[in-house]
């Protein structure tokens, strides 16, 4: 399989974590595009937040993923890579899109103060409120969707792999 896996997802959905079991499990590699963002912008996500505001956060990311070209990895995107639409059909491109699925209160438990987590939102607008609004883009660009809340890491990566066409 030379295409790559991407996770989207809620911060805290598991896109990390799961896809390391799931690259390790298919062999493939495992590219974190929060981290090439930061290694691009020099600072962490929280830092572009607050200095340059979550529009130019997103604006890095875009850039970040319309510039990788990977085969054979499973790619564990931000949070917000679903705001552009030309980054997710470069991804699509050459990929299958899972969206790791939890409902927000599992959300809420998992990430805590999600003001420290660098997550792209406008000031105003409440985690609920994002929850929502990105809701409608994950399951817009998902190829596959699973349902992570009462499974453990292994239980999602095993309900991905079990999508995945063959």
Known sequence: MSRNLIFIGMPGSGKSTVGVLAA????????????????????TLQEIVDQDGYQALRHIEEQVL?????????????????YSDAAMRHLKANGTVVFLDIPLDVVMQR??????????RRPDQSLSELFDERFALYSRY??????????????VCEAIIRHLPN
Do not use: C, H
Not at 35 to 42: S, V
Not at 142 to 155: H, N, P, R, S, Y
């Open 24 to 43: 390790k499990r298919l062999g493939m590699g495992f590219v974190d595009t929060d981290l090439l963002i930061q290694e691009e912008a020099g600072r």
């Open 66 to 82: 319309l510039k990788l070209s990977v085969e054979n990895q499973v790619i564990s995107t931000g949070g917000s890579a679903v």
């Open 111 to 120: 990430i805590g103060d999600y003001s420290l987590r660098g997550i792209s």
């Open 142 to 155: 998902a190829d596959i969707t699973v349902k992570g809340e009462g499974l453990t890491q292994d239980q």
